[in-house]
């Protein structure tokens, strides 16, 4: 599986950014997805997750820290899974990667599966 992000950059704060993060080489539609996202020093954090649409429906979960500000979304005929955020902080300064398992559990444990190479996402004045 190959997962490959892109959208990262400068944004201000309080402004908006949409990652996407293209995956290919496995059966998308049955893979749960999900971003992390990382700071030099310190774990990599959980952001958000989205389960395969059983029925047409997925099911997301989302950290503490981006509820009510983060939005994850996929397209299973494009293998994409998209993360919106608004109202970034500074504290959102982080590399950005994409994640996939094979369950919601499981992308949010991230202690298996496949990852991106990450990109970077910069909140400043």
């Known amino acids: 599986v190959q997962l490959v992000e892109s959208g990262g950059g400068l944004v201000q704060p309080g402004g908006s950014l949409t990652l996407s993060c293209a995956a290919s080489?496995?059966?998308?539609?049955?893979?749960?997805m999900g971003w992390f996202r990382q700071t030099p020093g310190k774990e990599r954090e959980f952001v958000a997750a989205?389960?395969?649409?059983?029925?047409?429906?997925?099911?997301?979960s989302y950290s503490d820290t981006v509820k009510g500000r983060a939005t994850i979304s996929r397209n299973n005929a494009q293998d994409t899974v998209y993360l919106q955020m608004n109202g970034l902080k500074p504290e959102d300064t982080a590399v950005y990667y994409c994640?996939?398992?094979?369950?919601?559990?499981?992308?949010?444990?991230?202690?298996?599966?496949?990852w991106g190479q990450g990109t970077q996402v910069t909140v400043s004045p």
């Open positions: 994640h996939s398992d094979r369950s919601v559990s499981a992308v949010v444990a991230g202690t298996t599966g496949y």
């Open positions: 080489g496995r059966t998308f539609s049955s893979q749960a």
């Open positions: 989205i389960s395969w649409a059983a029925w047409g429906r997925s099911i997301t």
